[in-house]
């Protein structure tokens, strides 16, 4: 079965540059979820997909990021535009349900230059 | 106080130890725990899930879950070389929180 499948995996951009990454979920898993992970810490939520519905953004900048699910499958994550604060590796996980056992795809490290 | 808290580390242990990994949580109402071992320029893997409170073994991995205490642990008896990496802890409560992690080198 494969697994998680997100890309690209690395991608370096200008700030104010657009940047977007795309997340390929486990077959069958209704909860997705994109983080954001900086060296030394662990991953911070950034938004929660329950089927095609966003059921928790409250971390997400509203401001630059936006998401979508379409049709409650792949999820895109982009930036608009990007600032040298969010080099950071971008995961996306899955999982069958809230609280049930989530698996990470390779990440994309994004550096903004 | 952070939501999921993790002692950074570095936890040395000589191979062929125990290694012993906690972590504490805030919310009382949390229903999910999870163990994930991350080595250095990859993602998290899952090795340990657990729900109800006591042990729950799998090979050379144990994890421990007291409600209670809002504690959470993670043994590892015959440590290897291998098992060198950073261990997060993840709690679901109403979303799925991860700690700092934990920094382990197992010493040949």
């Known amino acids: 079965e494969a697994g998680v499948v997100q890309s690209p995996r690395y991608k370096i951009i200008e700030k104010k540059q657009p940047v977007a990454f795309w997340c390929n979920p486990i077959?069958?898993?209704?909860?997705l979820y994109w983080y954001l992970q900086n060296l030394g810490q662990g991953p911070e939520l950034l938004i929660r997909?329950?089927?095609?519905?966003?059921?928790?953004d409250s971390q997400l900048p509203k401001d630059r990021f936006s998401a979508e699910r379409l049709k409650g499958v792949d999820s895109t994550l982009k930036i608009q535009p990007a600032e040298l604060g969010d080099s950071a590796v971008y995961l996306c996980?899955?999982?069958f349900g809230a609280g049930t056992e989530a698996f990470f795809g390779q990440g994309t490290r994004l550096t903004v230059v | 106080q952070k939501e999921v808290e993790q002692n950074s580390g570095p936890l040395s242990v000589p191979e062929g130890a125990i290694a012993s990994l906690n972590c504490t949580y805030s919310?009382?109402?949390?229903?999910?725990f999870f163990w994930y071992r991350q080595y250095s320029g990859k993602s998290p893997e899952l090795i340990m899930s657990?729900?109800?409170?006591g042990d729950k073994e799998d090979g050379r991995f144990t994890a421990q879950l007291n409600k209670a205490s809002q504690y959470v642990s993670l043994l590892i008896r015959d440590s290897q070389p291998s098992d060198s990496a950073t261990y997060l802890c993840?709690?679901?409560?109403?979303?799925?929180?991860f700690g700092a992690g934990t920094i382990l080198r197992v010493k040949s």
């Open positions: 077959s069958g898993h209704n909860t």
């Open positions: 996980a899955s999982s």
């Open positions: 657990i729900y109800s409170n």
């Open positions: 993840a709690v679901y409560g109403n979303k799925l929180v």
């Open positions: 919310d009382r109402g949390s229903q999910s």
């Open positions: 997909y329950e089927n095609e519905e966003a059921v928790d």
